[in-house]
């Protein structure tokens, strides 16, 4: 793809959203940029990027547009709101949803560009801030082959594992298996430290014989020994993550599947906010089991 | 340690028990075996073990002896049973249970050896016939220091990772620790492949996106790809798995902790069990989630 020939856009510039955007520019795209938080855009401004006003103006000059915002209903706000980019795309556009967001949304945005022309695609990532950082994201994409093999050079650019899951939509049903795994994952390492640490043992020596056989993990690994630090920062907060398993139960009621391991691991999460928590990482989960499960215990 | 000098016993030689006996043995070691099938034994008899007639015979001639039975129940039996190890066993000999068991079962034993002068521990394996076959268990030891080091040797012919994890009952508990660590795990990979399914995916595709990141986990790698192959032949047996989950949560009710993953798990184990699939692996967990999840549609 010939950067000369194409004007990026980029919508979102949180702390993924900036790095992303970043190797594009690196790569030699013109990128335009527009967020919420107008000083977020400073940094990638001084490195060349050039700020444009709300979703309208970028749609009115990008043929190529990335969004990567926080939740499903400012996903909704971008693309179907009064200045949105479904309405002033121009035909021939790429739209490009990198939010973990519903796909159901993922196929109403789909439809919508298609009846003007426009080529959408679902593109979810794993691989948090450290992944973003240095382009080394898992990107699961949904949505029409030619339009993923179009944008291949420009994934290429962000992420290292690049696959179309299916059509639109199958990048967000992906990235919500993911969620669900790392639901199960998480939650059992948290139970695994709380008893070790009830029954007396030295947490450390005991993952020292756990972590690397069947009950080894990223999270285990990963997350295990923040807990046990006491750091509770976010790597990936637990409002975005509570969001995530909201969207995969629903997901999953409108299937008509059940998944009990998912809803529980959905009102350990609610909980978890209910108790101010939601800017703490995921792995604040371990402070839940510190603090007692009963909602009565945190007052 | 000085192979002439000691005689071991060696009591269970079931997949696992008859690998880790046959360390000893190769290792130049007289061993003694006894076991509940004596056509089990065969094998081992052939290879220079010696047969004794149940554990009596075992503690009357061994001044180490190895046990590695099926259930808590049968640990019961063979250390207090009528011709039991407490009871037979000489003073200064050492007992060591490497059955998955109870953590109050075994300081009950700590305590009945001590009052005769025998050296109880307990040293739970994990790492499954492979590792039983390999030589690379990881074994999690409660008990003595002193005791745990005049033994190293030996565990050194069966595991790689050897560790001390405190007093009597502590290898029990971090082994438990390590059954709940799976069962959080293995579920969350269950669900994330089942809605995958549901949702119209690639299950393997899905796999390549998400295997390698935060979602990772030796349960997705190992038992993953197996659910999907329809492979749910007996690594670990579903009917041991849930006999371990239901120790871990009697123990975290005796420390007075809530374990809701661990409960969860408890009922969908058992509820796979209840379908007739105790004798597969513990990856058929899968088949619950396609059987339906409810007890009335299994008929």
Redesign the interface.
């Given at each position: 793809m010939d950067p000369s020939k194409h004007e990026l856009g980029f919508i979102g510039l949180g702390v993924m959203g900036a790095s992303m955007a970043g190797h594009l520019l690196e790569a030699g795209y013109r990128v335009r940029v527009t967020t919420r938080s107008p000083e977020k855009a400073q940094e990638i401004i001084a490195r060349g990027a050039a700020w444009a006003d709300g979703p309208a103006a970028i749609a009115a000059d990008c043929d190529r547009v990335f969004t990567m915002v926080g939740y499903p209903s400012d996903v909704e706000e971008i693309y179907f709101g009064p200045s949105g980019l479904i309405e002033n795309a121009a035909s021939g556009a790429y739209l490009i949803d990198m939010t973990t967001s519903s796909?159901l949304l993922a196929r109403k945005i789909y439809a919508a560009a298609a009846a003007r022309g426009i080529r959408a695609l679902d593109a979810p990532v794993?691989?948090?801030d450290v992944?973003a950082r240095n382009a080394t994201l898992?990107i699961?994409a949904g949505g029409d082959k030619d339009a993923f093999d179009a944008l291949a050079p420009l994934f290429a650019l962000m992420g290292k594992?690049v696959?179309l899951?299916?059509g639109a939509g199958?990048g967000q049903?992906?990235k919500?298996?993911?969620?669900?795994?790392?639901?199960?994952?998480?939650?059992?390492?948290v139970?695994?430290?709380?008893?070790?640490k009830?029954?007396?043992?030295?947490p450390r020596?005991?993952l020292?014989?756990?972590g690397?056989?069947?009950?080894?993990?990223?999270?285990?690994s990963?997350n295990g020994p923040r807990m046990l630090d006491g750091n509770f920062e976010p790597g990936?907060y637990v409002k975005h993550y509570l969001k995530d398993l909201r969207i995969?139960l629903d997901?999953?009621r409108e299937?008509?599947?059940?998944?009990?391991?998912?809803s529980?691991?959905e009102s350990?999460f609610s909980l978890l906010q209910d108790k101010g928590l939601g800017n703490k990482g995921t792995q604040a989960l371990y402070l839940l089991?510190e603090l007692g499960?009963h909602g009565q215990e945190s007052s």
């Open positions: 796909p794993s691989g948090g992944g898992s699961m594992t696959v899951q299916g199958a049903h992906a919500m298996a993911n969620q669900i795994a790392i639901a199960g994952s998480l939650a059992g390492v139970e695994s430290l709380s008893y070790v009830s029954a007396g043992l030295d020596i005991v020292q014989s756990i690397s056989g069947a009950a080894g993990s990223w999270q285990l990963n990936f995969a997901s999953a299937m008509g599947i059940e998944l009990p391991v998912l529980l691991a350990l089991y499960l």
